[in-house]
């Protein structure tokens, strides 16, 4: 008699439980691990799309400079299985980086948002469809460790800044070291606003950083984006890996070491 192991395609568990069967007769599987969030899947696809795999190189592709229809033909999937896999991200993008609320306590961010004394804003130039409708990415990093703090999209008005002001008020910031754009000086009080690259440049140096692995973030290019969502969805998923170490697959969370 033969038995084959039957494991979790995410985390390897061997907590797996029958669930039915497909309309072709193909055994389905549930899984009861904790650290995933319980859902059915088979042991072999007939689709090439759905392979665990796959949707991880989906991910690793859309920040690689890699469009939708460029994912797809080197996938052999269809091209509305990246964008269904992009959009299922969505929920799960913070505009606050939670993980650093959430492995500090209210105490230990104040000491050590005292120690950095300031933090880095910029804003990012960006479209959506024309280079009418613009789509500014405005971030801000800690001074001190250069993690990003909080980030917002919008247009490069006040409304903006005072969404990324709202986001940034649980971490205490003390000083803001900004190019001096207008809404700074009306938001921001004098004594606590430094102008100037020379107090700014780890933020500086991440729009090189972001245009390189983000085709849709280059100036000069055909490779845009055509929907608001999408364009969020992909740069959120860039912050979250490149500034915050957090990789989002098929809607679990993983860490890892950012280069």
Known sequence: MIVIAVRCPYCQSDQIVQRGKTRRGTQRYLYHNTACSPQSFLREYRYHGRLPAVKRQIIARSLHA??????ARVLHISPDTVLRELRQKAAALASVNTALLRTMDS???????QQAGAAEMDE???FVGTKGNQRWLWHAIDH???????YVFGRRKDEAFLQRKALLEPFGITRSCTDGWGAYDRHVEAEQHTVG????QNIARQ???????ITRFVRKTICFSQSIQLHDIVIGLCVHRSACG????SGHLHLENTP
Not at 207 to 213: H, S
Request: hydrophobic share 50%.
């Open 246 to 249: 957090l990789l989002l697959y």
């Open 144 to 150: 001190h460790t250069g993690a990003v703090l909080a």
């Open 124 to 126: 990012m130039w960006g």
């Open 197 to 200: 690259k020379a107090h700014a």
């Open 107 to 113: 105490d230990e961010i104040l000491v050590d948002m």
């Open 66 to 71: 890699s469009g939708v229809r460029d994912t």
């Open 207 to 213: 729009p090189l950083t972001v245009r390189m692995r």
